[in-house]
């Protein structure tokens, strides 16, 4: 199973290192979206925890659907989906792949981004990096869970890409603010109980959404 | 020649796919016309006795009677969620597009009825709290079912392919219905300032039962009567595509 996992992350890692089609477009959206946020946000040192998680959360999301959005439409539009579903593989182990290229890419997105928020809102989001880790891996699992099967889901309707973000993101609304609130409180070291009651929401969300989407995939893909 | 339909009902004539699916000429007019009478009557008197029988609350006056109105509908608006869930998955499973004709229905009904809960709750907020919204987890929660039952509607609308767009539909829906704990378990998660199952009066209460049945029973018939005009939109369609040969 993890073999035939790896065949298709490498394919579409390869693909993509070959042909830099959306990493370098999401990774300077990203960028352009943190130095917006970062004029913006001109308030007292004591206030910027307060905003920099939510503005650090909504530039992962956007930016990162660029990635997520290709990851399956690129699929259909090359005429692929077919010799994908000729892989000797389940359906679900596809939606697995698919879904831990697009973890790939949110982490490689985050590499840049938080130490860039960091810096520009001058509040220290690595000051427990443990914390921060935590939050953004389960984060990302929730929003990459959802962006993945409904990628798939709308991969070939008109207007797919901007379609993807009006369904997603009403959907990972609570991720996004249960990891921008658990952000805060690793930002200012408050990792007491309210720290948790949003990393466990975080975890049932990702827990939930991967099951349904390893669940549906197999509707997503045959026509 | 019978028309027939498409795909999974092979070479059944369409009008007599089920019983239910058949024309109505045998129906009488007072068979169709007593569930509107019912429904109406329902609603008249659930306005009046929220109007005239409900005591006037003693710390809100008047404005606590939109209560009647907003727990109503927001009781509908996850009915029509979960009909449009459980719909879509029966279509998943047995690939009949009368599900779909359900599910589509009961999106529509689930988008009004959760429009409406926001409206009549930012009410209630002016009057109770002083303010037109608060990112109150419950109000979120309402925010986001109203959202994903808006991109259910509007990405259904981009595809074409009837079987292609229930399938798109039924897996959002369930995806979507992930939501619906949230929305019923959000006072309980989080401390929030909405009222959860507060101390009534007896009469409040029944005014308050009376009102839930009265717009159950009503947007029920719409869910009935919209669902009817989707299967005779997908019957004139294969009329037509029939009469073009």
């Not at chain 1, 290229?101 to 590499?111: D, F, K, Q, R, S």
């Not at chain 2, 068979?31 to 029988?53: M, R």
């Not at chain 2, 009781?75 to 047995?94: D, H, Q, S, V």
Request: net charge neutral.
């Amino acid at each position: 199973m993890a073999a035939q996992l790896w065949w298709i992350v490498h394919k579409d890692l390869v693909s993509e290192c070959r042909a830099w089609r959306v990493w370098p477009a999401m990774l300077l959206f990203g960028l352009v979206v943190a130095f917006v946020f970062g004029l913006q946000s001109d308030l007292p040192p004591d206030q910027r925890p307060q905003i920099v998680g939510g503005l650090l959360w909504l530039a992962i999301f956007f930016a990162g659907m660029q990635a997520v959005d290709h990851s399956c439409a690129a699929e259909r539009e090359e005429g692929c989906w077919d010799g994908l579903l000729l892989y000797p593989i389940g359906p679900a182990a596809i939606y697995l792949a698919k879904l831990g290229v697009n973890l790939i890419a949110l982490a490689a997105l985050e590499c840049l981004l938080i130490p860039i928020f960091a810096a520009l809102a001058d509040v220290p989001l690595m000051g427990n990096p443990g914390a921060m880790l935590l939050v953004a891996l389960l984060g990302n699992v929730g929003i990459c869970a959802v962006g993945t099967l409904l990628s798939g889901l709308v991969a070939g309707v008109r207007h797919a890409g901007s379609l993807l973000v009006l369904i997603v993101l009403p959907l990972v609304i609570p991720v996004v603010l249960a990891a921008a609130e658990a952000t805060r409180l690793a930002a200012e070291g408050q990792l007491g109980p309210e720290w948790w009651r949003w990393v466990h929401l975080l975890a049932t969300f990702a827990a939930i959404f991967v099951t349904a989407g390893a669940t549906l995939f197999d509707f997503v893909i045959r026509d | 020649m019978p028309i027939s339909a498409q795909r999974n009902e092979g070479t059944v004539p369409i009008f007599a796919q089920r019983k239910w699916d058949c024309p109505t000429p045998g129906r009488s007019l007072a068979f169709q016309i007593i569930p509107d009478l019912l429904a109406a009557a329902l609603l008249v008197a659930a306005v009046l006795a929220s109007s005239l029988l409900a005591p006037t609350e003693k710390t809100m006056g008047d404005a606590q009677r939109i209560l009647y109105v907003h727990v109503a509908v927001a009781w509908c608006g996850l009915a029509g969620f979960l009909t449009m869930a459980g719909a879509g998955l029966l279509y998943l499973l047995r690939r009949d597009l009368a599900w779909d004709h359900w599910a589509q229905a009961a999106a529509e009904i689930a988008w009004l009825c959760c429009g409406l809960t926001l409206v009549t709750g930012s009410f209630w907020a002016r009057a109770a709290w002083n303010t037109w919204w608060t990112w109150e987890p419950r109000l979120a929660a309402t925010a986001i079912l109203w959202a994903v039952s808006s991109g259910y509607l509007i990405v259904r609308s981009g595809v074409e392919d009837p079987h292609r767009r229930a399938r798109t539909g039924a897996v959002l829906a369930l995806v979507g219905a992930a939501d619906v704990p949230l929305v019923i378990m959000a006072t309980r998660w989080f401390r929030g300032i909405h009222p959860v199952s507060p101390q009534m009066d007896p009469a409040m209460r029944f005014v308050l039962l009376l009102s839930i049945v009265a717009f159950s029973a009503f947007f029920g018939l719409l869910l009935v009567r919209r669902r009817g005009q989707l299967r005779l939109e997908r019957l004139l369609g294969a009329l037509e595509r029939e009469a073009d040969g």
